[in-house]
């Protein structure tokens, strides 16, 4: 569940520092690499509001977003991230940002709106680049709702179109366990055979 949550973690842009402030901004992007994000949220906050104009302003609106992600303040990190995108169509961030809308939709138990934000993502061929991470988290929305053969048509649609994707293996873990849940321990043996080429002794003995 957390593999979107340390890609966008890892993610980090590096502007040329132009003007006052960047003090400002570079304490809260530290704060926010070393996890402090309270204290990331109020610099990016602080920064938002004090340097509106700045070259960096574009920066810390999708840091303030990740920073509300990351201390599970969903419904705000969505409205930083909807601002930023209305703000800055044309942002270098704006397939992570996108991603994380879905993505904190689905933590808030939005299904609805995360289900539709997934689906967006997957239909912008611009966007293809996190295909798998969207048809991952789709796949979560649907199982979460127990809506488990759409779960597996998601599952199975990111095996065959992200064949290179370190999100293929799991996906078939998942779809093995999504079968031993439904007692179905045989397919699940058989989708588990797939990744590892031998029975897994706990769905062989159930």
């Known amino acids: 569940i957390h593999i979107i949550i340390a890609v966008l973690l890892c993610f980090s842009v590096h502007p ?42 574009q920066y810390a609106f999708y840091n303030l977003g990740r920073a509300r992600f990351y201390n599970e303040q969903y419904k705000e990190a969505i409205a930083v991230f909807k601002e930023m995108l209305d703000t800055f169509p044309e942002h270098e961030a704006l397939a992570e940002a996108r991603l994380t809308i879905a993505e904190a939709y689905r933590y808030i138990k939005s299904y609805t709106e995360a289900i539709r934000d997934y689906k967006a993502i997957l239909k912008d061929n611009s966007l293809r680049s996190i295909g798998d991470q969207a048809l991952y988290g789709l796949s979560w929305a649907y199982y979460e709702q127990k809506d488990f053969d759409q ?56």
């Open 151 to 206: 779960a597996i048509t998601a599952l199975r649609t990111l095996i065959k179109e992200y064949k290179a994707s370190p999100l293929a293996a799991q996906a078939r873990y998942f779809e093995a366990n999504i079968y031993s849940q439904q007692g179905q321990p045989q397919k699940a043996i058989d989708t588990f055979n797939k990744v590892t080429g031998v029975k897994d002794p706990v769905l062989a003995n159930e």
């Open 16 to 57: 040329v520092w132009a003007q006052s402030g960047e003090s400002e901004y570079k304490k809260a992007e530290k704060n926010l690499m070393a996890g402090n994000f309270k204290e990331a949220i109020t610099g990016f906050s602080n920064f938002t509001k004090k340097h509106p104009t700045h070259d960096l302003i």
